[in-house]
């Protein structure tokens, strides 16, 4: 871990700063306190956190956070000076940090990155290096000094191939066609045909209107086939490793990238692995933190900066 436990010498003065690191994705907020040398405070929680499709309610989930954390720390009163930076689903949407940062100012300095970016620098512990962060949606990144290379995540269903929403979508595809007569029915278009119809909905209808999450919250049901040898459940998730292996080289194609560490993350990344070639697998690193980490560690640079 890139942060100590709270001691004697991490209590906090009225007058002193904070570092609020914060992680926030379509599904939860996490923030943690810290002070200026990075021993821990305290941590909060919130709801979701995705600046593209919600400024307010990420902002409402980070407060929630925030709340939480600072009665924690027994900071609850104010008094302290927090330096924040928070890497949220949806920064890189075009005026989505400036809908973000015109609601009321939570912090007395704010600097607001992609959540790829802070799982980069966690996953290196702010050194350069690579990432591929497969979950409901998937995006590669890179960091090289001051220079960022991003591929892939470009939003679901546009884009997001290998990810669960892209599994869960590709599933419900080979289901409709069973459906229609198009394709033989097989167990995995059974099962998903059966999912479908245990929430009480009409599974050649369910699709119309759902989300990104709806979709990967079929991924499970396609790895547990796979993990029993369903030949077209394993399918899938090796068209879905073919994707994180065209992440990568498309990540150490460009001058200056092609020797960088990687690692998979996400919820995803544990699942897929197995199918990824051998020589792809032995190349990846362990990651030495998590986004959350990655946050604080550059809301420390921002306290240090001039």
Do not use: K
């Not at 600072?70 to 940090?97: F, H, I, N, W, Y």
């Amino acid at each position: 871990m890139m942060f100590a436990t709270q001691t004697d010498e991490a209590v906090v003065t009225m007058d002193r700063a904070v570092l609020v690191g914060i992680d926030g994705g379509g599904t939860r907020t996490r923030l943690r306190l810290a002070t200026p040398t990075g021993a821990l405070l305290a941590e909060g929680e919130g709801g979701p956190a995705n600046i593209a499709t919600d400024a307010g309610q990420a902002w409402q989930s980070i407060h929630q956070a925030l709340d939480q954390a600072l009665s924690r720390a027994g900071l609850a009163d104010g008094g302290c000076r927090l330096v924040a930076v928070a890497g949220l689903a949806g920064a890189e949407v075009t005026g989505a940090v400036a809908r973000f940062t015109a609601r009321p100012p939570l912090f007395a300095r704010l600097h607001v990155v992609s959540d790829a970016y802070t799982s980069c620098v966690g996953a290196h512990a702010g050194a350069d290096g690579a990432i591929i962060a497969a979950g409901t949606g998937m995006v590669g990144l890179a960091i090289v000094g001051g220079t960022t290379r991003r591929v892939g995540g470009w939003g679901f269903p546009q884009g997001d191939e290998g990810s669960g929403a892209w599994i869960g979508l590709e599933a419900v595809r080979l289901m409709l066609r069973a459906g229609d007569g198009r394709a033989p029915r097989t167990p995995l278009t059974e099962a998903v045909r059966a999912r479908l119809a245990e929430g009480g909905a009409e599974p050649m209808l369910w699709a119309v209107g759902a989300r990104a999450a709806d979709f990967a919250g079929l991924s499970p049901l396609v790895s547990t086939l796979a993990g029993g040898g369903d030949a077209q459940a394993r399918g899938l998730l090796a068209r879905a490793g073919a994707e994180i292996e065209a992440l990568l080289a498309a990540l150490r194609g460009a001058d200056g990238f092609a020797a960088l560490p990687c690692c998979l993350l996400g919820g995803l990344g544990p699942v897929l692995l197995p199918y990824l070639p051998a020589a792809v697998r032995d190349g990846l690193s362990a990651p030495r933190g998590h986004a959350i980490d990655g946050a604080v560690l550059l809301a420390r640079r921002l306290h240090d900066a001039p």
